[in-house]
C-alpha cells in the first residue's frame, strides 16, 4: 500500500541524492491496470510499469507492490525522481506557471537522457542502500531487468 508516509520517506531519499527541493504538494500517484497504463502513455500494448505526466502525476501499473517488494518501490523512487526534476524545472524558470509547464516545450534529446540517466541512478543507489546485503541488492538489480537503453542525441 502506498502511504502519505511512504512518499514523503522516498521523497526525503531522492531529494538527498539530487539536492532537489521537496515541494508543498506531494505527487498524486494514479493506480491502473497495466492495459490502461499501456493504453494512456503508449496508445497501444506496452511493457510500462510506471509513467510520470508532465503534470506531475505519477502512473504506476497495478501490479507493483510498492512498499512491499524492493523493485516495485524503485520504480516509484525514479517516478519520484522525475516529479522533483519536474518540480525543479517548473522552480528554474516562471514558478506561476503550473507544473506541466516544464514539459510544454518538448525536451531535446540530451536533456532527456539526463532525466533518465539520473533517475535510473537515484533508482539503483536507493535498492543499493536498502539491500541487506549484495547478493539481495544483485538479485534486485537482476529482477529489474535488461539495462535501458538511451538513444544517441
Not at 498524486?28 to 502525476?57: K, N, Q, Y
Not at 501490479?63 to 512491499?68: C, E, H, N, P, Q
Not at 522525475?82 to 531535446?108: C, E, N, T, Y
Not at 533508482?123 to 538479485?139: F, I, K, Y
Amino acid at each position: 500500500m502506498i502511504t502519505a508516509k511512504l512518499i514523503a520517506s522516498l521523497l526525503n531519499v531522492v531529494a538527498g541524492y539530487t539536492g532537489y527541493a521537496i515541494p508543498a504538494t506531494p505527487p498524486e500517484i494514479v493506480i491502473l491496470t497495466h492495459a490502461d497504463l499501456a493504453e494512456e502513455v503508449c496508445g497501444r500494448p506496452c511493457g510500462i510499469l510506471a509513467f510520470t505526466t508532465p503534470e506531475g502525476r505519477i502512473l504506476l501499473d497495478d501490479s507493483l507492490a510498492v512498499g512491499r517488494d524492493p523493485r516495485a518501490t524503485s520504480i516509484l523512487v525514479h517516478e519520484l525522481t522525475h516529479f522533483l526534476q519536474l518540480h525543479a524545472a517548473v522552480v528554474r524558470g516562471d514558478a506561476s506557471k503550473p507544473l506541466g509547464a516544464a514539459l510544454s516545450v518538448p525536451m531535446d534529446c540530451h536533456e532527456w537522457n539526463e532525466r533518465e540517466h539520473e533517475a535510473y541512478d537515484v533508482q539503483l543507489r536507493w535498492l543499493r542502500d536498502t539491500a541487506p546485503t549484495m547478493r539481495v541488492l544483485s538479485s534486485e538489480i537482476a529482477r529489474l531487468g535488461a539495462k535501458p537503453v538511451f538513444p544517441a542525441c
